[in-house]
């Protein structure tokens, strides 16, 4: 099915599932491959075409050789590097056994976020899924070894995709954390990914939330910011990615965000791709900046808390209460670090107008 005339591809759904369930005992695990293979093939028959991004060349590639414990990242590329075919030919098998043909797709961020990849790319993942292939992602871990949740939403947002499904251990947002909790209650939707939200998951000013559930709210902000809804949901249940698609209550939905104007995946990139490590508090007259989609400096700015480099992500808070309640107007990656900010000039650029993103017009 050719792109609609916005471009979205809402028969497009991006399926990411993590290395923990894919490899078991140092092996790509049938049983799990099969299962999602099975999942492609319902999928395909309800006319929607899933993209698989999927990890384990890691793990793979590190069984191969022998490695055990953390390792550096050259070693990681190394590993992956080894691991990626071994990956990608489990999934092969599994799909040719259905009588489907995958492709690999290996990927970085500036593949996607770049204008200079951004079309090539789109081409080849509409290029497979008009061919009737199934899209098989994984990071070139091997150039590079980031995250795939951030990865499968950047897919999510470039082709425009239906729905964004995270597979994990965590079977989706929780009012207390289930691990310690056995009475904690998961939150079957989300009408909007928001900071409150977000904290709820623990992810906190001062950095990562338990168990990778930081990344995945990462990926769930560029999802539905993008407008594409995202589903977090256990990788354990044999139909889980069925049902996340269908719409099943099942892990947690968070509805999309509908932007008058489509952002661009590049600033969706910068400003959201990591959890925000501190605050700036506004002052009044940064509101009408920041709906404007202006240039934010040092001046605009009363004050901030926790301590940040500078290229780091932070949330900014509006000056006092507002009508709708919300405490975080925008979120966008800092140009200058917060030592640099207390001393710099007035007219300090420090969230220059294409590092963020205003939750007032979204
Ligand atoms: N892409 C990596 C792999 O296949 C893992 C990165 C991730 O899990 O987010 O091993």
């Not at 489509?262 to 940064?286: F, H, I």
């Not at 932070?314 to 309640?325: E, F």
């Amino acid at each position: 099915m050719p792109p609609g005339p916005s471009g979205a591809r809402p028969e497009c759904v991006v399926i990411k599932i993590g290395t923990s369930s894919l490899i078991s005992a140092q092996r790509p695990d049938s049983a799990k491959l099969d299962a999602l293979a099975d999942a492609v093939v319902r999928l395909r028959a309800d006319g929607l075409r899933p993209v698989l991004v999927a990890s384990g060349a890691i793990a793979l590639g590190s069984a191969r050789l022998g490695l055990t414990g953390p390792q550096p990242d050259s070693t990681r590329q190394l590993a992956a590097a080894v691991g990626q075919g071994l990956l990608f030919d489990a999934f092969r098998r599994a799909f040719e056994e259905r009588g489907l043909l995958a492709a690999q797709i290996l990927l970085t961020p500036p593949d996607l976020i770049g204008p200079e990849h951004q079309g090539g790319t789109r081409a080849v993942l509409e290029g497979a899924l008009d061919a009737d292939l199934v899209p098989v992602v994984n990071e070139n871990d091997a150039v590079m070894v980031r995250n795939n949740d951030v990865l499968a939403a950047l897919v999510a947002a470039l082709l425009g995709a239906g729905r964004l499904v995270l597979l994990t251990d965590v079977p989706g947002l929780y009012e207390s954390d289930p691990r310690q909790d056995a009475t904690a209650r998961r939150i079957p939707e989300v009408r909007a990914m928001t900071p409150a939200v977000e904290r709820l998951a623990g992810v906190t000013a001062h950095g990562l939330g338990t168990g990778g559930m930081a990344a995945k709210l990462c990926a769930v902000w560029i999802a539905t910011t993008a407008g594409v809804a995202a589903v977090i949901a256990g990788a354990d249940t044999e139909d889980g990615a069925v049902r996340a698609v269908r719409g099943d209550d099942i892990g947690t939905l968070v509805h999309p965000r509908r932007p008058a104007k489509q952002p661009d995946v590049g600033l969706l990139w910068r400003a959201l791709s990591a959890p925000p490590s501190g605050r700036l508090v506004c002052r009044p007259e940064a509101l009408a900046v920041i709906e404007d989609g202006g240039p934010l400096l040092g001046r605009h700015f009363h004050s901030r808390t926790g301590s940040f480099a500078s290229g780091a992500v932070v949330d900014l808070v509006a000056p006092g209460p507002r009508p709708d309640g919300a405490e975080v107007v925008a979120r966008g990656r800092v140009s200058v670090g917060s030592a640099a900010l207390a001393t710099a000039g007035e007219e300090l650029t420090v969230l220059h107008h294409t590092a963020y993103i205003s939750f007032l017009e979204v």
